[in-house]
């Protein structure tokens, strides 16, 4: 190529760019990473764009039916209500989480009078085939195109007019235009700019399938993240759970996670979501066990936090947490350690939540703190005891909205009592406070302060 004094290297790994090769990158770290990348070509969506004028925000017109009911309960909720028309989604995750199973159950369960094709640049199409028998989908309406060159792709699209179109994955398709490589950054970017303008002129819905590495890069694919309208990552759970969870969406939120079990037959949606990620268990908890609600999207789960306080080596304190971030395991040891005077700077704290749930939310400060001080006192928490909070600095307990719908949640588990912050949240919605959870459940416990909620939480069940 004659633009080889303009060509760059860049890190597959990070996006990093150097002017010329190196054996390691730089910015993160990684080993033979880099690949020569020539300056992008023009793509051809630039000349469509041309074509595209403004218009006045009262004009636009709201077509009906914009949406498309996947089929499949989680993947509607986990896109807000729905498969967006025109839009272009990323699915990504490690290689075996189950992308092309979800991808192929959605093929056949979508419901559209349109076709579906399923290109297909990982598998033969006897491979698929077999998958669908043994995934019990049939359907005239799904087509399987195995190419990896784009333009052959775009013809295609263009031959069928796919309402759904499915490629799997974005590293196996390429443009001739720029190499016959597929993978790299360029050729990611091109040719998902290419099929994200297909899918946008046409109306059609785009998802993209992704590899993230075990590092938890989207190796290429990151570059896709910033042009599509959604990017949702498919995560494994312990035993067979897996977790659709949004971290982008121009059409919904990005809080609700959808809930799988993988079985033989695929995919399946699980019944009672709400007690899947709890341990069972008869007579007295170990120590540094407890339960909290959560919120997570619309609906309540009962999660088990587990936690383990050992003395540290050396008298350095570390924390092993990858469930709920680590600054916030290190906030309420230190919290637990000035209010209640609970000795952990020189222990070693391991922090994990049962079924392989991340959790971001607030509410599980209490509960990390209780599971923390009870493993550090070797001390269980009564059994059938839930707890949920957040903690201040101050060694205060602070409101969680919807604490009516957790405390239902939890009588329905079964649970005797309900450890919870005594304040009201200001009005609105999802602000019912203490009275209305006692509406629901009458086994509420609500405390002010850190200590209030020890004395709540460790003394015998009444
Ligand atoms: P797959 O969809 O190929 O994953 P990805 O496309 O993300 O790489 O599924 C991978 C795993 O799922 C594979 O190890 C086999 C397992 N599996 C089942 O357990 N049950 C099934 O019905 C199917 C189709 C796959
Ligand atoms: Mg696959």
Sequence with gaps: MSAKSKSVFVCSACQHQEPKWLGRCPECGSWNSLREAAPAAAPRSAARAEEAQSVPLDAIQIREGLRLDAGIEE????????????????IAGEPGTGKSTLMLQLASRVRTEGRTLYVSGEESPAQIRLRAERLGVTGGRIEVFPATELAAVLRTCDRLKPVVLIVDSIQTVYSEDIGTVPGTVN???????????????????????????KEGYIAGPKVVE??????????TGSSGIRLLRAVKNRFGSVDEIG?????????????????????????????????????????????EIQSLVVPAKGGISRVFSDRIDAGRVSRMAAVLEKHLKARLADQDLYVNVGGGLRIAEVGIELPLAMALYSARLNQPVPALTAVVGEVSLAGELRPVPHLDRRARAVAEMSFTRLVCPAGGMPEGPG??????????????????????????????TA
């Design 75 to 90: 993947v509607n909720r986990v896109l807000g209500g729905g498969i967006m028309k025109g839009s272009a989604v990323l």
């Design 187 to 213: 050729q990611v970017r091109l040719c998902g700019q290419e099929l994200i303008g297909w899918a946008k002129t046409h109306g059609a819905a785009l998802f993209l399938v992704g590899h993230v590495t």
């Design 226 to 235: 910033h042009m599509v309208d959604t990017v949702l990552y498919f995560e």
């Design 259 to 303: 809930i799988f079990q993988m079985g033989d037959a695929g995919l399946a949606q699980v019944e009672n979501p709400a007690a899947l990620f709890l341990t069972r268990r008869d007579g007295e908890l170990p120590p540094g066990v407890v339960a909290a609600p959560v919120y997570e999207g619309t609906r309540v789960l009962l999660v």
């Design 431 to 460: 602000r019912a406070g203490v009275a209305g959870a006692h509406a629901e459940f009458a086994g509420l416990r609500p405390a002010a302060t850190l200590a209030e909620a020890v004395r709540a939480c460790f003394t015998a």
